[in-house]
């Protein structure tokens, strides 16, 4: 059935008082508030609370990408201050896809200097990003000059306390340039009390794009495809699934991008396959889920894809619900901000007995 873009659009926006939106981590890494949603209504809880809310047996999966120092700041040759997001995964041949800002006066074949080397401009693409050359390498400047990419909507620069609460404590492979913000709220202490109450964890690898943060657009909509971004599902976690899946356990996944990789591993067979790869899947309502029984997320940006991916597993009149709590109950939004537990089987799920 075709999707009336406007109508979608429209269900994916409300509206959020700016001094909701949470500009600096809590205090302490697991300080966050929890609102639980379940099939007979809402719960505030804390972040802290999140072991006594599942169950032994259940398999948290995590996203354990790392967030690199992909924000550079450089200078052209007439002395005007230009900023740059690399976008590493992109990389072949010692060049990589960048967004570049501002970048409209910029010419290509322009170089550009900064503490380390320079960032050659090869070529304007046409999305507006570009195709640039570091020298010596990207590795070596983001090591000489980088700086965490911080999402724009936080207004502010980083800071050595973003250094390590924009990164979760499990984080391995880098290559992110945006974190996947459910798992920061997870400590040591709290993966210790899931451990011990018989709660496994596995880890995928899904390196965030900056398309994460971009609005949707009807031709989105349209096209019911995302921004690809690279995925990896190692064969110990394909297995843990498994058993879990065999010894009547939930799947439970910590973020929307720990949920686009199960889900878009499991789109031949139905079952998460080890490999790497991928993926522009678009999850909104009407989509089945084939593999996350429960999913642990943020409170998003207004218009965007993650909170589409909330509507399709809570359905779109309990997510509005959800969040017109969260604005009453003053939770703190976005990155930085609070948790919310869907504690609910997904739309074509039996509901489970009490």
Do not use: C
């Not at 009149?317 to 969260?326: M, Q, S, V």
């Amino acid at each position: 059935m075709p999707v009336d873009s406007a109508a979608f659009l429209r269900s994916l926006h409300y509206e959020l008082p700016d001094e909701l939106i949470a500009r600096r981590p809590p205090a302490s890494r697991d300080g966050g508030r929890l609102l639980r949603v379940m099939e007979s209504g809402l719960e505030d809880r804390a972040v802290v609370a999140l072991p006594d809310l599942l169950q032994p047996g259940d398999l948290l999966v995590v996203n354990d990408t790392r967030v690199v120092p992909a924000r550079l700041f450089a200078t052209r040759a007439s002395g005007g201050r230009v900023e740059v997001l690399l976008l590493p995964t992109t990389e072949v041949d010692g060049s990589m896809e960048a967004l570049v800002r501002p970048g409209r006066r910029l010419k290509e074949g322009e170089s550009l200097s900064l503490e380390g080397g320079a960032i050659d401009l090869v070529q304007r693409l046409a999305d507006g990003s570009w195709q640039v050359r570091p020298r010596p390498s990207a590795a070596a400047l983001m090591a000489a000059a980088g700086h965490m990419p911080l999402p724009p909507y936080l207004g502010r620069d980083d800071d050595a306390d973003d250094w390590i609460r924009y990164q979760t404590v499990y984080a391995g492979p880098p290559g992110a340039v945006a974190a996947p913000t459910a798992g920061l709220h997870l400590s040591h202490e709290v993966l210790a009390r899931l451990e011990a109450r018989g709660i496994r964890r596995a880890s995928v690898t899904l390196h965030v794009g900056p398309g994460t943060f971009r609005p949707l657009s009807p031709e989105d909509v349209a096209a019911g495809r995302l921004h690809r971004e690279p995925w990896t599902v190692p064969a110990a976690t394909a297995a843990e699934v498994a058993r879990t899946r065999a010894e009547g356990g939930r799947v439970v996944a910590v973020g929307t991008t720990s949920t686009r990789v199960l889900e878009a591993s499991a789109v031949q067979t139905g079952e998460v396959t080890a490999g790497t790869g991928t993926t522009d899947l678009f999850i909104r309502p009407g989509r089945p889920f084939a593999v996350v029984d429960r999913l642990l997320t943020n409170l998003h940006l207004p218009g965007s894809s993650l909170l589409a991916l909330v509507q399709a597993f809570a359905g779109v009149a309990r997510t509005a619900d959800a969040y017109a709590h969260a604005v009453a109950a003053r939770y703190r939004f976005y990155s930085y901000g609070d948790a919310m537990l869907l504690d609910l089987a997904p739309p074509g799920r039996a509901p489970e007995a009490p």
